[in-house]
């Protein structure tokens, strides 16, 4: 334990301050603000999960915080929920699929940081998720895509992975699982989907007789009894009113997308500051259980400095309370942690779908990675092996593709800020591959060997030494030549990351583990706040399929359900 808090004094800037835990002797003894039996800290999508599927049982009183509006990352995020196994969005739109097949894709992008019986568990629930999450407020459905796409504009599911690869394939049948949520009653979606599935989950838990929200509330310490156990939770609280009003309105602005581009957002977190250190000290008592779900720490550049330097430099995925403090709260209890140093950065190389066509080179001049695959293991190659520099090489019929498609297709904002950029600013072209390479600054010897190997690959009916579809093989031999920059410093092409490391839970209940060997009692924790089925290879979705998951083990395993397996 005493190894954990000394890293967690490195850890310590005066934004995302936790302070160690509070001991108390007997805890009917102490004062408290607010008493409840199951305390969920952080209302994104794990939150909510949790605390709704808590509150199932009319006898358990729930409280619920965030130090914001509630939502979180998940509410800025694309709205995307991996599932699948038959979900009626699949059989509505005539997509066959079966648990067996989801258990075999998931265990090749989960590898082995989570045991295979808890991916077989994730599968088993999947396809009750999307109907809990519906009798909430939330609606999913089609029509269905096949094409290849980060995120579908007139589509609402589609192959958010890896799933259409020759790895994938090889090891099951590829089925589209990205199941975007839909605008409630109807209509075309006009903005990132995460809009529309939180405000109805938490409407719904603010509806719940057993549950209270408090907003603009920050945890701070967390208390626990002479043998260790849980049993309280100290915050900040601003009451509602005009200042709550105000937070709330620096909050969101200052995870605005165009605020994070232009730099502005330091003044902001001035603001919110200000309002935080006069907010009202609450202690909140905790009979059966505190569960943490506050995010990762992809916003505390101290944390991200120590663990992953090499991704200071990414466009940070999420908002300005995805600060660490619910992994630091866990550690000054004494909580496990692991993989904190694992950062998912994603570089989508579609749309424009042409770019699977290309070929992908790092600073060397090297083959970096399978153009089709999937955001994060280009961005696990751009950072593992390259430096965080690499660019597309194509040619000229190939650019003149490209191009016509981010013309034509129908967009986003984020779409048409990033492809004016990748036409305007960060496109290299020339005469040939040699003054190509002198360009961009790369060996012209190994960059014109990269492209004759491709070529040659591609002559001789060779498969794809990094597992390309034949499909989107081109040969790259008409001038110009084109090198698109898809490295770390496109900033309106930003390189976009999480942190996926955190508490580490046991599998089946989701109670975290101490770091000197059995559990912490009565704290658990869920989503990016511990180790979860994403935390190795993500693809889109696949973090809040887990939040569900991991929200809804917490639950049932408070509410004495045997975790997990009671979904089933």
Known sequence: MQGDLRFLDDMVDTATRVEPARVVDNPYAEQWDAECDV??????????????????????????????????????????????????????????????NLANYLEFETGNIVRQDTVRKFAAASPKVQDWLESYGARFG?????????????????????????????????????????????????????????????????????????????????????????????????????????????????????????????????????????????????????????????????????????????????????????????????????????ISAWKFLYPPAGFTKSVSIDSNGERLVNEEFYGARTGEALFGRAQGKGWLI???????????????????????????????????????????????????????RTIADYNASIEAGKPDPMDKQDKLRRKIVEAPFYANDIGLGAKFSPTSAITVGGLVVDEDTGEVFSSEGGKVKGLYAAGRTAVGMCSHYYVSGLSLGDCVFSGC?????????????ALV
């Not at 999960?49 to 939502?71: F, H, M, N, P, Y």
């Not at 094409?147 to 007139?154: G, R």
């Not at 600054?441 to 960059?447: E, I």
């Open 142 to 342: 089609g029509p269905a895509t096949d094409e290849k796409t980060s995120y579908p504009n007139d589509a609402s599911l589609y192959f958010s992975g890896n799933e259409v690869t020759v790895p994938g394939r090889a090891r099951a049948t590829a089925v589209q699982r990205g199941h975007r949520a839909k605008p409630p009653g109807g209509g075309e979606p006009t903005k990132l989907s995460g809009q529309y599935l939180l405000p109805p989950l938490i409407a719904s838990m603010e509806k719940q007789p057993n549950v209270r929200f408090f907003r603009q509330t920050r945890a701070t310490r967390m208390v626990v009894n002479k043998d260790g156990a849980v049993v309280g939770v100290e915050v900040l609280r601003i009451a509602p009113g005009f200042a709550a009003w105000r937070h709330a309105k620096y909050m969101a602005a200052v995870n605005h997308f165009v605020v994070a581009v232009l730099g502005v957002a330091d003044r902001l977190k001035g603001n919110i500051m200000r309002l935080e250190r006069k907010a009202k000290p609450m202690r909140i008592r905790v009979k059966k259980g505190v569960v943490l779900s506050a995010g990762g720490f992809i916003y505390n550049r101290t944390m991200l400095e120590k663990l992953s330097p090499d991704y200071l430099g990414v466009s940070p995925l999420g908002t300005i309370a995805d600060d660490g403090s619910g992994i630091k709260l866990g550690m000054t209890v004494g909580a496990k942690t692991d993989h904190l140093d694992r």
């Open 553 to 565: 083990r917490a639950a049932e395993t408070i509410r004495g359900r045997g975790g997990i397996a």
């Open 394 to 448: 194509m040619d000229q019929p190939l650019w003149s593709e490209v191009v016509d498609e981010m013309h034509s297709m129908k967009k986003m904002f984020f779409q048409k800020v990033q492809f004016k950029a990748i036409e305007k600013d960060y496109t290299t072209s020339a005469d040939t591959i040699e003054e190509l390479a002198q360009k961009i600054g790369v060996p012209a010897d190994r960059l014109a």
């Open 39 to 100: 305390l969920v800290v952080g209302v994104g999508m794990a939150g909510v999960c949790a605390a709704l599927r808590t509150a199932e049982d009319k006898s358990i009183q729930v409280i619920a915080i965030d130090r914001g509006d509630g939502g979180g990352a998940s509410k800025l995020s694309g709205g995307v929920v991996y599932m699948g196994g038959g979900t009626p969005a699949q059989r509505e739109a005539g997509l066959e699929d079966s648990v067996e």
